[in-house]
Each structure stands twice: as structure tokens, then as C-alpha cells.
């Protein structure tokens, strides 16, 4: 018996190509998007496990002598470089940092090459962004900077170009609280602002009390009484200032903290203080010098604390007035306050 073999036609054929293309059409997208779902997991996996090993730093730090500073962690090429290491369970990211603070908090920052996972230490949870461009621990001028009357746009300086001395920033320091701040210079991609206006009361450039802990004697402190009629010291540099000024903009958490050593550059070289985990700093004699004549910001709104000490007198340090740079008794508190001064990456 001869039986009947047909083939499938060319109308068949192509119903099950168009039938296949659509089922590729929807399945591949789908799966992708299950890898890309994958990788995104990993990655934000990988992220959490640095911060399991940064919190376990910590607790053995504490079984220990504590944590006096914050201390700073470094991948590239997915290694730790640096002093500082980590043991980690599974393979590192292509690069990043982290930073465990003294006070046990942990952020982190890292990349594979496409993707940014971040982690602030004042954050709850990792976030995942797919670009560079902010990927960094520290919150960027763009990031920070907003709109109000003071600065009516964000100059475009912040991506490009250099942000011109004088400029306005209306910057976001903490959640919700916005101060408004001049440029005083843009070097490396850091720029330097100091805030529109004091910042709290009047305050002494430095007190006898706080003379006399840094390891002053009351008869240092006295020294000039006889031959000048005055009391104080500046070789100790400005502490009662810069410690007031610290604990006004403690809650700045938007401003990095840094650790910094501030040197007296009034001409005297008198003292060299370090500073650790400081979001803000006074102004230097120097850059109020370079300013002073050629802007009328920088003093209006009241009189404020240089870090410059005099360099003859010891009983006299430098502060801006209206108009010029002045010459202040130490330990005067009703005269001149501080204005904050930061420094935020572009």
C-alpha cells in the first residue's frame, strides 16, 4: 500500500517562524531583564556583605581600645589597597571605598564598571544607580545645591568649568535645612564656600579655660598684662571658636566631615592644631586677605573670627570687619563671631 508523505507547506513553515519570532520576541526581553534583575541583586549583595565586614570591624574594635577616628577603606581592581583591609567572603567589586566611623556607622561606595551601589553612612538601605557619575561617598555640589531668593539657579559651573569667587550657592546641609554660601575658590575640582552670615552668638577666639586645657599657664595667659594692660594668649591657636563653631554645624550631616590640621598663617606660625571629623572650618587670614578688597560680602552680616594669629602680640588675633581685615583682643566674646567655611567636591 502506498502511503501518502506530505511535507509542510511554505505557509506553514512561515506561520511557525512568526510563531517562534514572538515567542522570542516576548521571552527575551523577559530574560534579560532576569539577568539584569540577577546581577542587580548580586551586586547589591556584594554591597551589604562589605558593610557586614565593616560592622564587624567595628565590634572588634570595641572588644579592643575602641575607635578614636573614622577609618577609611580602598578597592581597585578588586582588591583592598592601603593599610586598611578587610576579610570578605566572596570576590570584591572592580573598585570602591568605604568608611567605618568612630561612632560605628558604615558607608559605602562601589562599582563594577556599569553600576554604582551606595551607601552613605547616614543611609538605611544600599542604593543601586545605573551611572557614575555620582558614585562617590561624599555628596557632590550638584547633588547639594538648590534654588530659593538668595540663589535664584544652580550655576552651571558645578558640572563645568570653574565656579567663579563670589558665586551663590543655596547648599542643602542637612536634610531640610538650606543655607546660602559664596564661592571663595574652586581648585581640583573642590570648592571652598563660606556661609552668608554668622553662624550663632559672639564668641572669644580663644578663652582662658580652653588656654589652660590645651596646656597653657595662667601665667602665659597673663604675660603681656604687665607691659600692655591686657590678658591672652593666641599661641595655642583659635580653639574656643573653632570648638563653638563645630558644635553649631555638628548636624550638617550633607557636609563631609574631614579631618584637617589648621595652621596659624597671620604671619606669627604660632601653633598647628589638628582637627578630626570637622564638617566646617573658620576662614584663614590669608583667604579673607585675598577677598577682602574686592568684595563686600565676605563682611557683611557682622564681624567674624580669621584663623590668623597676631604676630607681635599675643593677646591679639584677626578678624574681618566692615571694610577690612581688623585686629581683636583673644579673649573678647561680644565682638565678632564665625562663619562657617566647607569644602565640597564637584
Known amino acids: 500500500m502506498k502511503q501518502n508523505k506530505r511535507g509542510f507547506t511554505l505557509i506553514e513553515l512561515l506561520a511557525v517562524i512568526v510563531i517562534l519570532a514572538i515567542i522570542a520576541l516576548i521571552a527575551v526581553p523577559v530574560i534579560m531583564n532576569i539577568i539584569t534583575s540577577a546581577r542587580k541583586s548580586a551586586f547589591e549583595d556584594t554591597a551589604y556583605g562589605l558593610i557586614s565586614a565593616g560592622e564587624m570591624y567595628y565590634a572588634q574594635a570595641l572588644l579592643e581600645n575602641g575607635m578614636t577616628s573614622d577609618v577609611e577603606f580602598t578597592i581597585e581592581d578588586g582588591e583592598f589597597v592601603g593599610e586598611n583591609k578587610l576579610d570578605v567572603k566572596g570576590a570584591l567589586p572592580k573598585s570602591g571605598s568605604m568608611v567605618v566611623t568612630k561612632d560605628g556607622k ?4 562601589i562599582s563594577n564598571g556599569t553600576m554604582c551601589a551606595k551607601k552613605r553612612v547616614d543611609d538605611t538601605k544600599v542604593k543601586l544607580e545605573e551611572t557614575l557619575e555620582y558614585c562617590t561617598l561624599e555628596p557632590t555640589l550638584k547633588e547639594l545645591s538648590k534654588t530659593n531668593d538668595f540663589a535664584t539657579s544652580v550655576d552651571e559651573c558645578v558640572t563645568s568649568g570653574t565656579c567663579a569667587t563670589g558665586t551663590k550657592f543655596a547648599i ?4 531640610n535645612n538650606i543655607q546660602n554660601f559664596y564661592v571663595v575658590s574652586d581648585t581640583d575640582n573642590k570648592v571652598t564656600l563660606i556661609m552668608d552670615r554668622n553662624i550663632g552668638e559672639t564668641v572669644a577666639w580663644i578663652s582662658k579655660d580652653d588656654y589652660i586645657k590645651a596646656g597653657g599657664t595662667d601665667a602665659e595667659w597673663s604675660i603681656n598684662f604687665e607691659e600692655q594692660g591686657y590678658y591672652g594668649n593666641n599661641s595655642k591657636g583659635p580653639l ?3 570648638n563653638y563653631l563645630e558644635s553649631q554645624t555638628a548636624v550638617w550631616t550633607n557636609i563631609p566631615a574631614k579631618n584637617y590640621t589648621l595652621i596659624d598663617d597671620g604671619g606669627g606660625d604660632k601653633y598647628s592644631i589638628s582637627r578630626t571629623n570637622a ?3 573658620l576662614i584663614t587670614y590669608t583667604e579673607a586677605n585675598n577677598l ?3 568684595t563686600s560680602w565676605l563682611f557683611e552680616n557682622g564681624d567674624h573670627w580669621t584663623s590668623g594669629a597676631y604676630k607681635t602680640n599675643f593677646f591679639i588675633a584677626y578678624d574681618v570687619t566692615t571694610g577690612f581685615i581688623n585686629t581683636n583682643y583673644v579673649n573678647t566674646e561680644h565682638n565678632s563671631g564665625v562663619r ?6 564637584k
Do not use: C, F, L
Open 106 to 109: 558604615v558607608g559605602v561606595v
Open 340 to 345: 562657617p567655611v566647607i569644602e565640597i567636591s
Open 279 to 281: 564638617r566646617t572650618r
Open 292 to 294: 577682602i578688597y574686592s
Open 240 to 242: 574656643t571658636a573653632i
Open 172 to 175: 542643602e546641609v542637612a536634610p
